[in-house]
Each structure stands twice: as structure tokens, then as C-alpha cells.
């Protein structure tokens, strides 16, 4: 993954960007009850698990938001051309590993890859990301499939990292629609909320393109 470095000295928020990495709890979130009727149905139809055609959406929703695709590193602000995801997988005893997803290719291929990387840590799970530098990168999802909620707490570490997360919950149907509850998570040192909500804008567009293929 190849990034570049960004001057925050001559950035519009260079102002917000020296105040909010100061603080002890930097994260700014939002969760939205998002309209995934259309891609239920769609799932429904070619037999597809949801999870890993949202985990596409997503991932390609905040791709399209340059600055999720910051991060900070010690003293700097890179920005990567392409940030994947790191998806929880769960284990048969209970407990979970990580899974790295990468969007930016064509659904079908992406389907066939994540399939085969979930696989693969199946056998050999892990709580480690391939080096410092891909950690940096990732996109951080997970789910709760078995709860509809308003509101998610994460903990953070000390300092903060940079990676944005993204949760979502169990749709339920209101008002005729399926709705879902879909959390972002962002250090507000590097996005707002204009940001959050390109966020949510690009997700509705990914799964409105998505469910709007044939075959």
C-alpha cells in the first residue's frame, strides 16, 4: 500500500488537528440507521451470506472519504491510496481472529478472495496484522449481529491509534424498510463531521450500485 505524507501545517483543519491529538479521548462517532432493504433482498436472491457484501460495501464507502485514509504516525499525517479491512471472524469456541479484506477490485473477485482469507484464518487464527505498516493502513469492522442498538462504546489504546472503525448491528424491519444500525468511529484530530457523513452519503451510493448488478 503506498501513501504519501500530508502537511497539516497548511491543511484547513490544522487548527482542530493540533487541539483534538491532545486529548486523552480523541474518537468522535456517529451511528445511523442505514436502509439495507435493497441489499437483503439482493443477497437473498443470489443465496449470498450479507456480511461479506456490506464488509465490501463499507470498506469501499470510507475509501471514498480521503480522510479516513489518514492516519497519524508519531510526529506525521500520511494518507494511503487505499486503506483495507480488518473484519472480525468468529471461532467455533467462542472466542475470534482477524480476517483482512481488500475492496478494490471488482465484487465477484473480492467475493472469491475473502472467502479464501476467511478460510485460511480458520486454520491458523490470529490477533496479529501483518506488520506495522498494514496495521497503520487497515480499516477496523466488526459486528454485532445479534443486537439492534443505538450506541457502541470501543476502547482505545494509549495514545490512540488513527484507524477509523466501523460497526453494525442486527437490521430489523421499520416501517417496511430493513434498517441497520451502522457506527463510525474516527479520531477527530483527523475527520469531523462532514467527514462521518460523506461516510454514510458513499455507503448508501456502494450499496445502491451493488444491488443494482444483475446476474
Known amino acids: 500500500m503506498s501513501w504519501k505524507t500530508v502537511d497539516m501545517s497548511k491543511d484547513p483543519r490544522r487548527g482542530q488537528f493540533?487541539?483534538?491529538?491532545?486529548?486523552?479521548?480523541?474518537?468522535?462517532?456517529?451511528?445511523?440507521?442505514?436502509?439495507?432493504?435493497?441489499?437483503?433482498?439482493?443477497?437473498?436472491?443470489?443465496?449470498?451470506?450479507?456480511?461479506?457484501?456490506?464488509?465490501?460495501?463499507?470498506?469501499?464507502?470510507?475509501?471514498?472519504?480521503?480522510?479516513?485514509?489518514?492516519?497519524?504516525?508519531?510526529?506525521?499525517?500520511?494518507?494511503?491510496?487505499?486503506?483495507?479491512?480488518?473484519?472480525?471472524?468468529?471461532?467455533?469456541?467462542?472466542?475470534?481472529?482477524?480476517?483482512a479484506l481488500r475492496s478494490d477490485v471488482p465484487f465477484e473477485q473480492f467475493l472469491t478472495a475473502a472467502r479464501a482469507a476467511q478460510e485460511t484464518a480458520r486454520r491458523a487464527p490470529s490477533l496479529e496484522l501483518e506488520g506495522e505498516g498494514e496495521s497503520e493502513a487497515y480499516l477496523y469492522f466488526s459486528c454485532l449481529p445479534w443486537l439492534t442498538y443505538t450506541a457502541i462504546v470501543q476502547p482505545m489504546g494509549i495514545p490512540a491509534d488513527s484507524n477509523p472503525r466501523i460497526t453494525w448491528g442486527r437490521y430489523a424491519l421499520q416501517e417496511g424498510r430493513w434498517r441497520m444500525p451502522v457506527t463510525l468511529l474516527v479520531h477527530h484530530a483527523l475527520a469531523d463531521g462532514l467527514h462521518i457523513a460523506r461516510f454514510y452519503q458513499a455507503l448508501d451510493r456502494e450499496l445502491a450500485a451493488l444491488t443494482a448488478e444483475r446476474g
Do not use: K, M, Q
Not at 479516513?68 to 494518507?79: A, F, M, N, S
Open 18 to 99: 493540533a487541539y483534538f491529538r491532545t486529548l486523552a479521548n480523541p474518537t468522535a462517532g456517529v451511528t445511523v440507521s442505514v436502509d439495507v432493504t435493497d441489499l437483503r433482498r439482493w443477497c437473498g436472491e443470489r443465496e449470498l451470506g450479507f456480511f461479506l457484501p456490506f464488509c465490501y460495501c463499507a470498506e469501499r464507502a470510507a475509501n471514498a472519504v480521503s480522510e479516513l485514509r489518514r492516519r497519524i504516525r508519531e510526529t506525521e499525517v500520511v494518507e494511503y491510496d487505499w486503506c483495507p479491512s480488518s473484519h472480525i471472524l468468529d471461532l467455533p469456541d467462542g472466542a475470534y481472529c482477524y480476517c
